[in-house]
Each structure stands twice: as structure tokens, then as C-alpha cells.
């Protein structure tokens, strides 16, 4: 079947069993694709991945307890004294543009 290049022709990425029409699949994918106005594989695909549910993941820096640790060093954190030191080093070094507190 050739394919052509119109959006609504080509492949819808939501869901399909890659073996084809009559084959089981034997795991789980991430992504599952179906061709497009093909309602009948649609159904059968929406069925598969909501009996079989992908565990979510969520990388320990980008949990909120992480998030809030360091956005708590932001908000509570000493910025008069930080930029004190760093005036006294520019001072003493004579570099860089100086700034008044």
C-alpha cells in the first residue's frame, strides 16, 4: 500500500499492533501506532495499553522535594552577605565592576 505525503494518510501515533491485524502482541510498548481511520485497531489498541499501564517514572530532580530544597536555598538564602563577600574580593583583587550595597 503506498503512503501518501496528506497528514491524514499517513500514520496516526497513538496506537497499533505492529506484528498486523491477528498477532498478540507478547509486551508492552511506550508507543503504540495505528494507521490512520482504522477505528477497529483504535479500539483494540486503547483496550491494550489501558489493561496493560506503563509505571510512571519521574527522575528524583525533578521531584517537587528536590525542587523545594532548591528553591529554598534561592528564596531564604543569605544574598546581602554573598554579595558582601563578593565586593571584598573585587575590592581586593581590583577587578571587575564594583556595585554599593
Known sequence: MAHSTMAHDRYAAVCSFPLGQGHELTYSPYV??????????LERTIKTAIAHPIKSYIPENMRFDHVRRIMAGVVEGDWRGKAELILQERISSGGGDLFVL
Open 32 to 41: 503504540y501506532h495505528v494507521h490512520a481511520h482504522d477505528l477497529d485497531t
